[in-house]
Structure formats: C-alpha cells, structure tokens
C-alpha cells in the first residue's frame, strides 16, 4: 500500500540568493555561492528524510537574460560543484540526472555532467538538477513527439516528460517569499502541494525542510475528488 503522507519526490525552486547578498552588503556571486553550499547540505540529507528524489531548479532557460558575468559565475560554481561533490555522490548512492536542454551548455560543462551520469547510474536516491530548463518547452517538446508517435493522450505525453522515469510530484517548495511557479515542473505540479516559505535560499537548512514534509504529511490529498 502507498504511504500518501510520505513524499516520494520533492522539488524545490531555489530562490533568494542576490537577496540575500544584497542584505548583506556582498556582491551576488557571494550570495550564489551561499546556495551552492546550502545545497550540498540539503543533498546530504535527503537520504535520511525518506526521500526518493529531489529535483532542484538550478538555471531555467530565462536566467540567459541575465547580465553575462552572472552567468559566468553560475557557470564556474556548477563546474566547481560537479567536480568537487561527485565522489560523495557515488559514495552515497546519489543518481544525478539532468532534466532541461543541458547539452545546450558550455561543451565541456556537458562532459562534465555526461561523466557524473555515467558514474552515477547506479545510485539509489536521485538528484535531479533542472538546467536550462522551462517547463512550456517541455511541455510542447513532449507533445510535439507524442504527436510523432501517433497519440497525444495525457499519458503520451507524460511519457515523453523529461521526468518520466521520476516519482510523480508530491512537493513543490518555493523559497524567499515569492509565490509563482516561474516556468518549472508545470505539468508535473498539477496535484502537487505547495509549500512557499519566506527564508531565502542561502538560509535553507535541513530543518527545514523536515518541517516542510512534517506539513506535507498532515495534508489531506484529494486528486480532485471529495
């Protein structure tokens, strides 16, 4: 029997960093810097909250439209992090998977991520990281090739989501206060909870997610019925 008051999968819009600079006098880089590191503390322990899979949303196909040397710096952090996270990953039996238009990235950020898939096939516990990612291009990449296969269906195209082989939604946590779902996991988010905290995303620790799911756990899921 499925346990309804457990999330299987929990994704998270990571949202505050510049904020949380700009609060503190520090340049945006330091703020970016902040989350990657709240991040990695978060990835550590999910294993133990029951958690199946954790999708982050790391650059969505709007941040281009940000100015270039902020990319840059987002850029570097993701090369740093890939290299210096990925032998804890296999360590600790963490499945990275990419979902987005990734191989739109830098060449050898690409090699990168291809490397830590293959390393990390065998994981038990996913990690999936939303880069260069926008949920209505996805939405219409997948009926786009639901349309090739000869039905579009709701099942046909959830097949084609770049989240197919994933848990479906149960959570979707947004922090910093902001209350939009900014183009990510649209389809996927259709009977998920909500959950909008107001701690920016530098500040985000394990507790809080534990009290995110404890929440989570005493909600009554209905799926449109009564």
Not at 11 to 28: Q, S, T, V
Request: aromatic share 8%.
């Amino acid at each position: 029997m499925t346990d309804h008051s457990r999330a299987r999968h929990v994704a998270i819009i990571m949202d505050g960093n510049g904020r949380w600079a700009k609060r503190k006098g520090l340049p945006r880089a330091v703020g970016h810097q902040r989350g990657v590191e709240a991040v990695r503390k978060l990835v550590r322990s999910v294993g133990d909250m029951g958690i199946d899979c954790l999708t982050l949303y790391a650059f969505s196909s709007e941040n281009w439209k940000r100015p270039e040397e902020e990319v840059d710096d987002l850029m570097n952090l993701m090369r740093k992090f890939i290299k210096s996270d990925l032998p804890e990953f296999v360590a600790n039996n963490v499945r990275l998977k990419i979902i987005g238009d990734w191989q739109g990235l830098a060449p050898d950020i690409v090699a990168m991520l291809e490397d830590a898939l293959e390393q990390t096939a065998g994981g038990t516990h996913t990690l999936a990281v939303a880069l260069n990612y926008g949920a209505q291009q996805e939405i219409a990449s997948a009926a786009a090739k639901a349309a090739a296969s000869g039905e579009v269906t709701e099942e046909s195209i959830a097949a084609h989501l770049y989240t197919a082989d994933l848990p479906p939604l149960d959570l979707l946590i947004r922090t910093s206060g902001e209350v939009r779902l900014s183009n990510f996991l649209l389809w996927q988010a259709a009977y998920a909870e909500m959950a909008f905290v107001d701690t920016l995303w530098p500040d985000f620790a394990p507790e809080h997610l534990h009290q995110a799911l404890d929440d989570f756990a005493q909600r009554e899921r209905r799926y449109g019925g009564r």
